[in-house]
């Protein structure tokens, strides 16, 4: 346990700091440096995408398509390669030794795996949230302004914009606007959880990637999070690992079914729940096995 947690905090780290890493700031005038003049960027296509961690194979041959301006749920008993999937998204899973991806992710027409990449910009443009939330140890300003300041240098105007902006979008500046310089971890766990998708909204991502937002947190902090989803998909593509169907059937409009490190099925949720065409598919979410 402990070491899963150690693990996941190197990750988020990584998320927001590595854009300090001097290898990743030298290669910044590739492949994913501006956006795209497209008017609903944000598509994810995955193309018979496979991925290992040393000899054992997670992930095999998955091609799926996530719309923008919607929101795709991976959905699938434990260990069937759902977080291994949404961490390829954004290369989050390439921190591991001895890791190996092979076919493409696109977003858009940009292949995230093309050599030259820019992880610190494809890290901006495809957001994380992790299952435990943890704010850095700084006040509630500077977590939401930490990315901003790395890669832009704003000015202190500009900066003040943003953070406004991005608590506004996560549903959380009426709660926080008059705390903003006090430590982000006096906030309540939901709250934190909101704090998190700030300060990935703080870089205007095109897609935003949760993994089990809410399942550590209560009823009503969970409903806040399933309608702040609904708000955001507005504008973003969401992308959410869930283990709660009834979760995946309330906020997603494409469920995607996972098995083994294969994709089952993948289809309009209310298809993949009323009538699916896989009898896994079937036997999963009427609880016969999971
Ligand atoms: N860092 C890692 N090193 C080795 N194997 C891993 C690692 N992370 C996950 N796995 C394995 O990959 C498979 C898929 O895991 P994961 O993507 O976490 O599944 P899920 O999110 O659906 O529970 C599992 O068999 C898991 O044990
Ligand atoms: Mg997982």
Known sequence: MRETERGTRNEEAATARVGTEPEARASSSSVLGPRPASPHPGTVHSEKF??????????????????????????????????????????????????????????DEEDIYAPGTDV?????????????WNPFPKSIYDNV??????????SRAALDEIVETSLRRAALWDEVKDRLRQSALRLSGGQQQRLCIARALANEPEVLLLDEPASALDP??????EELLYELKQELTV??????????????????????????????????????????TDAYITGRFG
């Open 120 to 132: 610190v910009a494809l890290r901006q443009r495809v957001g994380m949230v992790f299952q435990r």
């Open 50 to 107: 496979s991925f290992w961690y040393g000899p054992k194979q997670a992930l095999h041959d998955i091609t799926l398509t996530m719309p923008a301006r919607s929101i795709t749920a991976l959905i699938g008993p434990s260990g069937c390669g759902k977080s291994t999937f949404l961490r390829s998204i954004n290369r989050l899973n390439a921190l591991i030794i001895g890791a190996r991806a092979e076919g493409r992710i696109r977003l």
């Open 239 to 280: 992308v959410i690992v869930t283990h709660n169907l009834q979760q995946a059937a309330r906020v997603s409009d494409y469920t995607a079914f996972f098995y083994l490190g294969r994709l089952v099925e993948a289809d309009a949720t209310n298809q993949i729940f009323t009538n699916p065409r896989e009898d896994q």
């Open 220 to 225: 009503i902090a969970t409903q806040r999070i």
């Open 145 to 154: 302004a930490y990315g901003p300041r790395i890669n832009d240098s704003p």
